[in-house]
Structures are given as C-alpha cells and as structure tokens.
C-alpha cells in the first residue's frame, strides 16, 4: 500500500504551498477541512462537499465513540463507507471534547473517565483506547490522544497539562504502530509559552510523527494572542511534516496562519454560521436575516459561482430563512463551504506565484469595503 507523505512545493515568506499523498487521494495545502463531527457535514451531501473542493474531512473520536459507537461503524466497513466519502479523513483524538462537552469529567496518569453529554453513560478514554476506536473508524490521519486545558489558565497548570501530553503522545505512538498508508499526527501543546512550545516540540520531534498540530489555540485567548503564538510555534516543527492548526477559525484567522506556516485547518464555523444565516464573502459577513435583504434581488457574492449565488437571491434566501426552511441552512452551508476552498485555492495559487503578500493585502481591502450597499 501507498504510504503517506507530504511534499513542500513552494514557499512564499513563512506560508507554505504543499501537498499530502495519501492512498485515498491528495490533500492540496495549505487546506480547509470542513467538520463531518458525527459522520455527516451538517445541511450537506458528501458529494456537495467534494464540489466545494474539499480534499479531506474531519471526524470526532468522541462523538462517535458515544454515537454510534467505533465497532458499529466498523462492523458496517469503516467510516469512509459509512458515510460515503471516498476521499481522506481525519479525525481527532476525543481529547478537546472530552475537555469541553463530557460531564463529571476524571483526569488521571491512565486518561480520562468521563459522563456521557448524550445519555450520562460512563466511558474512558486512554492513548490506547483513542489509537483503537480511530483503527476502528478507519482513519487515514489518526491524532495523538492529548489533554487541552482552557485559556487563560496559570503556566503552571499549563506545564503540568503539556507533559502529561507528552507522556500520552509516546503512548499514543506506541499503540499506533505501524499501519502503512495510515498516519500519526502529535498535537504541540504550551499554551502561549514560548518555553513550553520548544520544550513540546523538542518531545514530539523526538517521538517523531507523520505530522505535527499546533494545538491548545482558538481556545478562548483571542486573535492576537494566537497570531503571537503561531509566530514562533510553527518554526519549532520539522520542515518536512505538514503542520496542522487545530480549530481555527474566521477566514482572517485562517489568512492569519497561513502566513506564519501553517499548513492545514479545521472549524466547524462555515457549516454553523449557515445554519444560524450567516455568510462569509469576499466583503465579510452577510446575516442574512436583517430585514434589508427582504427585497433584494442580487446574489449573495456577485463573483461567487456557488448555487446558492448562482441560482438564488438574497431576497429568496432571507425569506427561507424567516419561514424556517430546511434549504436555507442548506443553501448557505454550500456557499460558505465554497467561499473557504475558494480561499484555499486562492492562497495556493498566490504562494505558487511568489504573490502571497498582495493576495493578503487584498482580502483585507476587500473585507474593509464591506458588505455591498443595499439597492
């Protein structure tokens, strides 16, 4: 079988045009992976997301422990069967659900016992337990099992909850083992530290990974912070290894990362902000709800080919939102999924061009113009 393996292409300052081989298919990057968190891209068909552009999803290890459990989906072929994705999937340890969702929540040397959100059942997650359900799920990109304190916390909490991490990411290496055409990713914790990021790294680095997270970001600290962060962390990192931001974020965050070397992102934003009738553009963000775009006849983004802008008004999306439409959240979801490949796209091709800079300029200046004028 084909092995995983990334390839740096081209470099343009910090930010980084590559491509991920695995033998499901390519990932481009810098890439987008839009959030399949229990098996499904909410308000979308797998085939509507590949139109977006999308090379590879992400699923969740915790979600679907709970729902509906590993060994079922194993039992019915693996995950890319179950929800019909033939192309690479990704999926996260459990380990920032488990933080963030679970109740009655124990953390100990071994892992972590915890309540289920769903139905109160009892459950624990251990390194090896979290290499065992993503063998299960069949993941092509399995993450290191890690444990992710929220910001602001003290550094002393911090340190103790990166090495602990680090305990957790050899174990995570050693239960992984050897699957060709499968890969491992460690997960950078530290905070905003720049001390404890070079001492994670230096730990990861000599585990050694298939890739490397920057994790414990977008986790209440605020843009600036990250973007302080992501100046440093990501150049602790092997060259050779795709470097991965985990849960980020609004298109500037993502603009943001990209010129500071980071090579692949996730968030469940796009899809979300479609079902509550939000849309990212080129000029910002559109709610669609406001009572302006009831006689509106123009797309959403005039240059945006989407269906959403290509076939409906601003006017027929406003009213399907009003009256409760399931094709609202629908018709937005693809047009904001669109929107972040385009992105995507439009960074790879600038990186490729030695462009990088003007292209960021230019997203700024068209996001300061904001949304067009109501006729």
């Known amino acids: 079988m084909e092995r995983f393996s990334y390839e740096l292409l081209k470099t343009d300052g910090k930010a980084r ?44 290890t915790y979600h679907l422990m709970l729902r509906p459990t590993a060994e079922r989906i194993h039992r019915l072929g693996g995950l890319h069967r179950f929800m019909n994705w033939e192309k690479p999937i990704l999926t996260d340890s459990g380990g920032f659900q488990v933080m963030s969702l679970a109740e009655l929540r124990k953390l100990t040397e071994h892992g972590v016992t915890f309540r289920s959100h769903i139905d109160g059942s009892r459950h624990e997650i251990t390194p090896e337990r979290s290499m065992e359900i993503q063998k299960l799920l069949g993941s092509d990109i399995v993450m290191a099992f890690d444990e992710c304190p929220a910001l602001p916390a003290t550094e002393e909490r911090v ?74 962390a990501p150049d602790m990192l092997p060259q050779d290894k795709p470097r991965y931001l985990m849960g980020v974020g609004k298109p500037d965050d993502i603009v943001g990362a990209v010129k500071r070397g980071i090579d692949m992102m996730d968030c469940v934003l796009p899809s979300r902000s479609g079902r509550t009738g939000q849309a ?31 076939n409906y008004s601003r006017a027929y999306l406003h009213h399907v939102f009003r009256a409760g439409e399931m094709i609202s959240g629908m018709l937005l979801t693809w047009h904001n999924l669109h929107y972040y490949q385009e992105l995507m796209q439009g960074m790879r091709d600038a990186i490729d061009a030695g462009a990088f800079d003007s292209f960021e300029r230019e997203f700024h200046t068209q996001r300061a113009l904001g949304d067009i004028d109501p006729i």
């Not at 695995?22 to 839009?34: C, D, K, L």
């Not at 994790?215 to 302080?228: D, W």
């Open 159 to 232: 340190a103790e909850s990166m090495r602990l991490s680090m305990r957790w990411a050899q174990r995570s290496r050693d239960a992984f083992g050897d699957r060709p055409g499968h890969a491992l990713f460690g997960i950078q914790q530290g905070g905003v530290t720049e001390g404890l990021r070079g001492e994670s790294a230096e730990a990861l680095t000599s585990i050694g990974f298939d890739g490397y997270a920057v994790g414990g970001l977008a986790v209440g600290e605020g843009q600036e912070a990250m973007f302080g962060v992501l100046d440093y």
């Open 17 to 60: 045009r590559g491509v991920i081989r695995t033998p499901r298919g390519e990932i481009r990057t810098p890439a987008f992976m839009p959030v399949g968190t229990a098996a499904t891209v909410k308000a979308m068909m797998p085939e509507s997301v590949a139109a977006t552009g999308a090379d590879v999803l992400l699923g969740n």
């Open 280 to 310: 990212w553009t080129r000029r910002g963000q559109v709610n669609i709800k406001n009572a302006r775009h009831a006689d509106d006849p123009r797309p959403l983004d005039e240059a945006c080919n989407c269906p959403a802008c290509r």
